[in-house]
């Protein structure tokens, strides 16, 4: 901005949403604001855990026919935020795994709370946690024969940076690992709504996995909640510590200690955004930002680039073997003005990467494959 | 509710605001939600410390001329949650001290993040936390010199449950005693609308505080946000580490990873709070529970009981010398059908007092008293 104050710079770079949240979900949260000066509609302080009525929708939208039910539905000011309270609940002597590349708040989260050990430059990963490589060699799917393990596995599908949705069959193969280790899935499924193939949109679709995970999800990106902030985590009833103590009693004891719950107006929205014209209308949302997904990848696919993601995703995940991704994303800000993601930023296995979102208006996602394709040409 | 089906239960119980919110705060609310479903007013993900113009109210508002300014304010989803986020910056290595009897988080967070030690029965104590006794003796302000050094002192005032205001020279004593020792303090100012004296409504209104001292507060029971959920803390740049390293620095990077910020609509009434008609409004909301404090005050009074609290803070704090806190709410509950809390539930020191909260319709609070009034005559 300094070298070019000009530039009508465009950004395809953190995964912010920019298109306006449905009316019928508004409105919901305006009627249930204006109440609140009433005497009949005034609430103080509700359950930690969430308002009965939205624990039971989210069980019976997402989870239905999977056993999961009300009870076992946290909800929450976002996936982030209890993805740290997921920290404070397992402690700072836990060994973790995470998909690299992957969302960095499991991994920093993981460093605060003090279970990572010490950042080494040489190979840049922190010595404690289990880095599982996610390559177009192996489909974006670790080799689980060579991955250690541990008390924890962080698993984000469909992936954040890299649009892949784990099948059916991996993430029974994922689930089998966890149980001859032990260990407790994390299971990440921000983006469930945007899997357009007979994916799993829920760990929960495997058999057993109940058994061994638990599951955190939001509505971020389905109705554009990012700002207002709003998600859930669901732990089944038969996921247990080793000493068969359930998990979800000890979530409950940090949700009701160190939460106070998600906001009531919130609350309103994410009822209204599971209501039948709430789902209608977070599809439209989804199939916009997956329109702009097609016109990313028609893009990078014409100019001959190995394209990842896109499918299943609102990322688009661009192979520049060889490069620096931090190079690759300098010469695309200096030379075409727009923001992406280096892929290093997601963990050493994201290098010779780029991540492109398609969170954006219309013209904007337009206006910089144009540019790309100036730039690539 | 089951021994008596009909009974007209009354709670004076936890703390919970009862009265709608004010229609200045409220349409604010509803405008910023009906506002991103548009084009223009839609808004994703904010700065995680806070909308920038709501941070410079809060501290106009409540830190005029102390030197606590916009960029020392992180806004937050209340002041419960700010509270464990301060337990994951100070880590599990630390020690802290409570007055005793306090709010019950400090410790329950404490407990969680692994600071405590184990819970010693006989003496019903933690075995790593510095208990500071508050009792009628002591002016409910601790003998600092039979206080045992540590990392952190929380410290709320007005005090919950004693609703004592520490006095200028109380906190010039422990703004000096902190600093003598090396500690932080940790002040939690929820209820510092209520104080009707001259006495401190923040801890930087004391000489030298803000090299020794955080601030945490609440829209909670100001503008009856207890279940929209904002706060704030206030950390000054001149809170530094023994090495140098500012506190507000770290808290920044435990707010950007472990928090994504307010719900922006949450923050568009907290805005509207702190204009000049919501700061009125606010007033006349706090001045609402203030009569019924009043009213509880003088029932207790007119029935010959050592009566504290009340004047500063929305709790009456009531003495039954030689009795078990427990067993003077099961009576109370038995035959009078009103929900207090045992004031043991705040420490080891409250036993043998109740704590009676202000927060209730009008209609309630005068029945509660006739039928203390009843109960006791």
Redesign the interface.
């Known amino acids: 901005m300094l070298k070019y104050p000009d530039a009508q710079v465009i950004s395809l770079g953190?995964g912010?949403?920019?298109?306006?949240?449905?009316?019928v979900?508004?409105?919901a949260?305006?009627?249930r604001?204006?109440a609140?000066?009433?005497?009949e509609?005034?609430?103080?302080?509700?359950a930690e855990q969430g308002e009965k009525q939205l624990r039971a929708a989210i069980a019976e939208t997402y989870y239905e026919n999977l056993g999961i039910e009300e009870d076992d539905i946290f909800v929450s000011?976002?996936a982030?935020?209890d993805i740290?309270r997921f920290q404070?609940l397992f402690?700072?002597k836990v060994t973790m795994a995470v998909q690299d590349p992957s969302y960095p708040?499991y991994v920093?989260?993981s460093v605060?709370?003090?279970q990572t050990g010490q950042f080494q430059k040489d190979v840049e990963k922190y010595g404690n946690i289990e880095y599982m490589k996610c390559t177009p060699e192996n489909g974006f799917f670790p080799d689980l024969s060579a991955v250690r393990r541990t008390d924890i596995i962080f698993f984000c599908s469909p992936n954040n940076p890299t649009g892949y949705a784990a099948s059916r069959e991996q993430l029974t193969r994922l689930v089998e690992f966890a149980k001859e280790n032990g260990s407790i899935i994390v299971y990440d499924s921000a983006y469930a709504m945007y899997v357009s193939d007979d994916n799993p949109r829920s760990i929960f679709e495997i058999p057993g996995a109940k058994e061994v995970s638990m599951e955190v999800s939001s509505f971020s990106k389905y109705a554009?909640f990012?700002?207002?902030?709003?998600g859930w985590t669901a732990i089944p009833k038969e996921l247990l510590y080793s000493d068969g103590f359930p998990v979800a009693k000890d979530f409950n004891?940090?949700v009701c200690?160190?939460?106070?719950?998600?906001?009531?107006?919130?609350q309103a929205?994410g009822l209204a955004c599971v209501s039948p014209e709430g789902i209608k209308a977070m599809h439209e949302v989804v199939g916009f930002y997956k329109e702009n997904t097609d016109i990313i990848v028609e893009t990078f696919n014409s100019l001959g680039f190995k394209v990842y993601g896109g499918k299943n995703a609102p990322y688009v995940w661009i192979h520049f073997p060889g490069q620096s991704s931090w190079d690759v994303f300098s010469e695309i800000l200096e030379k075409t003005h727009v923001v992406t993601t280096p892929g290093s930023g997601f963990g050493p296995g994201g290098e010779g990467f780029i991540r492109v979102s398609a969170?954006g208006h219309r013209e904007n996602v337009l206006e910089a494959c144009r540019r790309f394709k100036q730039l690539y040409k």
């Not at 609140?36 to 005497?39: E, G, K």
């Open positions: 953190i912010d949403t920019t298109e306006p949240i449905p009316e979900i508004t409105s949260m305006a009627k604001s204006y609140l000066s009433t005497v509609g005034y609430s103080g302080y509700g000011d976002g982030k935020s740290s404070v402690g700072s708040a920093d989260s605060i709370l003090g554009g990012t700002g207002v902030r709003l004891r940090i200690t160190c939460f106070n719950g998600a906001s009531n107006i919130a929205g969170f």
